[in-house]
């Protein structure tokens, strides 16, 4: 069964910078495009940024030139870097297909921006 693993989150001030990581398990990894979702208190979850499997690259508005996606497909992981960090990026952030069907999501992992 496909199994999604996020990790990386945490507190930082306004500014700051965070790499988040996916690790991804039970499914042909290399063959899907995936994303990075975040949900924030009292909002839907929104895509933040797809990737193919050839590496291009699509982003938000609201995190476009702060944010940069990547992965390995030879490891099964995928990572958010996010540098910039504003109040407003304050969520859960999940790793899943880049799609309208997605698998059960994960855990998520906290990112907190504040001073």
């Known amino acids: 069964q496909v199994q999604l693993v996020e990790s990386g989150g945490g507190l930082v001030q306004p500014g700051g910078s965070l790499r988040l990581s996916c690790a991804a398990s039970g499914m042909t990894f290399r063959m899907y495009i995936m994303g990075w979702y975040r949900q924030a208190p009292g909002k839907q979850r929104e895509l933040v940024a797809r990737?193919?499997?050839?590496?291009?690259?699509d982003y938000a508005e609201s995190v476009k030139g702060r944010f940069t996606i990547s992965r390995d497909n030879a490891k099964n992981t995928m990572h958010l870097q996010m540098n910039s960090l504003k109040p407003e990026d304050t969520a859960v952030y999940y790793c899943n297909r880049g799609a309208t069907t997605t698998w059960d999501w994960g855990q998520g992992t906290q990112v907190t921006v504040s001073s």
């Open positions: 990737i193919t499997p050839s590496g291009i690259t």
